[in-house]
Nanobody, 129 residues
Framework: QVQLEESGGGLVQAGDSLRLSCVAS????????MGWFRQAPGKERKFVAAINYNGGSTYYANSVKGRFTISRDAISRDAAKNTVYLQMNSLKPEDTAFYYC?????????????????WGRGTQVTVSS
């Protein structure tokens, strides 16, 4: 079992930056891929960014490419804790959504919801114009 806890959301103005964090814990986290999804009011949850198990590969939705960066810390020595980040720059009102962190028991970059095994509760990001 993996627990995920997001933080870092908030209310910002267009053009500002935010960094979301997601702490993964609870079991050995080697060979675990991570990702971020978001859900705007009245819309389906959508893929934002993903990173592979060792941070060597990343992938982004077209809507955030060039503005958002996903990264992850080195796994703790006991492989029981890892933190993933989503640096969001040049934020736009259309980035307003609830942002979810997800973990997959896989090594590659995962872009589909069904590929993820664990989900956090999410954090709200609101961008005013």
């Amino acid at each position: 079992q993996v627990q995920l806890e997001e933080s870092g959301g908030g209310l910002v103005q267009a053009g500002d930056s935010l960094r979301l964090s997601c702490v993964a814990s609870g079991r050995t986290l080697t060979n675990v891929a991570m990702g971020w999804f978001r859900q705007a009011p009245g819309k389906e949850r959508k893929f934002v960014a993903a990173i592979n198990y060792n941070g060597g590969s990343t992938y982004y939705a077209n809507s955030v490419k060039g503005r958002f960066t996903i990264s992850r810390d080195a796994i703790s020595r006991d492989a029981a804790k890892n933190t993933v980040y989503l640096q969001m720059n040049s934020l736009k009102p259309e980035d307003t959504a609830f942002y979810y962190c997800a973990a997959a028991q896989a090594m590659g970059v995962m872009t589909q919801e069904y590929e993820y095994d664990y989900w956090g509760r999410g954090t709200q990001v609101t961008v005013s114009s």
